[in-house]
């Protein structure tokens, strides 16, 4: 099968690949239908860690094409979404609610899913089939964010306790900041300001349900923010960076007793912590349990309610994937879609 290989910092390559196989009989076998590339690929793409070889993708929509002999809950051609981490969704850190964490997960983004088919392990936990066969085409790509961007923006939204009557800040304008945004909205926000410098991604944000932009960023952006607010930071903040300004901003703009949902994969992040001890803030975060969320996403994508696809703004065939890394990487686009035949 055809599939991305980063075989470097910056270089990508659409190269023949192993077919997948079932190597558990808790495994599933998909058919990729659509996939994409996601910020965090950028940073090994950036040379921000090792990379040599690898197979890259962690967001997949697709169809089941074989089953291992376990998975008793889905038929060959089922149409399903998965979340960007593989799951039991039966032991207790599942239960609780944070499959991301689940003791057996497993990373799609070591399996790659840019890519004609990938191997699902723990399937019958992670895959949720999408109600009545194939999705219409102009639902793929919201379907798609399901898989993590829409997932992990909605967790930094409730992981922040947005809700009515909240002010809430923004800090990130990529796919999950923006996705941030709609979920914000969604549960139902006051005021949603958003940290952004770039006109599409401000105009974009305020389709999502942004009321406010603030273009200026650090001590600067937060004076701007708790002037805009009267004086006080925001009750909920979303950092959908991972960066040191990005946490320290997203800290600095919540106010004593409220609460910041950092999903920025973290990257170098120093805390001071005399700085955190007097901010008095609550912090959550971390990798979104996407599993968890799926039903209720993607019943709100099929009835219209949302539209998150909005966020692909650049569509390439997987044979392209490097120009799809390239656009992101440049910020000529903000998500990349690929396409698979
Ligand atoms: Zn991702
Ligand atoms: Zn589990």
């Known amino acids: ?44 793409y950036r040379g921000g860690w090792e990379v040599d070889h690898a197979p890259m993708g962690h967001e997949y929509i697709g169809e089941v094409v074989e089953l291992g002999s376990e998975v008793t809950t ?4 089922d149409h399903v979404v998965g979340s960007f981490i593989a799951s039991c969704n039966h032991c207790e850190i599942c239960l609780a609610g944070y499959q991301s964490r689940c003791v ?4 799609m983004g070591g399996i790659g899913t840019q890519a004609e088919y990938a191997r699902i392990p723990l399937a019958a936990g992670t895959l949720v089939p999408i109600t009545d066969g194939a ?8 379907l798609l964010t399901a898989s993590d961007v829409l997932g992990t923006g909605w967790f930094a939204a409730e992981a922040a306790q947005v809700g009515p009557g909240k002010t809430v800040a923004v800090v990130g304008d990529g796919a999950v900041g923006l996705l941030g945004v709609l979920a914000t909205s969604e549960l139902g926000a006051e005021r949603i300001v958003v940290f952004s410098r770039h006109e599409r991604r401000q105009e974009l ?33 979303i950092e959908a960076v991972g960066n040191q300004v990005s946490m320290e901003q997203a800290i600095a703009a919540c106010r004593p007793g409220g609460h910041v949902g950092f999903v920025g994969l973290n990257h170098g992040v120093a805390l001071d912590g005399k700085q955190l001890f007097g901010s008095a803030v609550h912090l959550h975060g971390g990798p979104a349990p996407v599993r968890r969320m799926l039903p209720d996403l993607i019943e709100r994508i099929q009835s219209g309610a949302i539209d998150p696809g909005l966020v692909f703004d650049h569509v390439v065939p997987l044979e392209q994937a490097a120009e799809g890394y390239r656009a992101m990487d440049e910020r000529t686009a903000i998500k990349s879609l690929l396409t698979i035949d």
Do not use: K, Q, Y
């Open 104 to 107: 057996r997960a497993v990373g």
């Open 205 to 237: 944000a305020r389709v999502f349900g942004a009321t406010d932009v603030i273009a200026t960023r650090g001590d600067e952006g937060v004076a701007e923010l708790t002037d805009l607010l009267g004086g006080l930071g925001a009750h909920s903040v």
């Open 135 to 142: 999705p219409e085409a102009d639902l793929v790509p919201s």
């Open 1 to 44: 099968m055809r599939g991305v290989v980063m075989e470097a910092p910056g270089r990508v390559v659409v190269t023949d690949r192993p077919d997948p196989v079932i190597e558990e009989p808790t495994d599933a076998i998909i058919r990729v239908t659509a996939a994409c590339v996601c910020g965090s690929d950028l940073w090994p």
């Open 74 to 77: 889905l038929n060959v051609g």
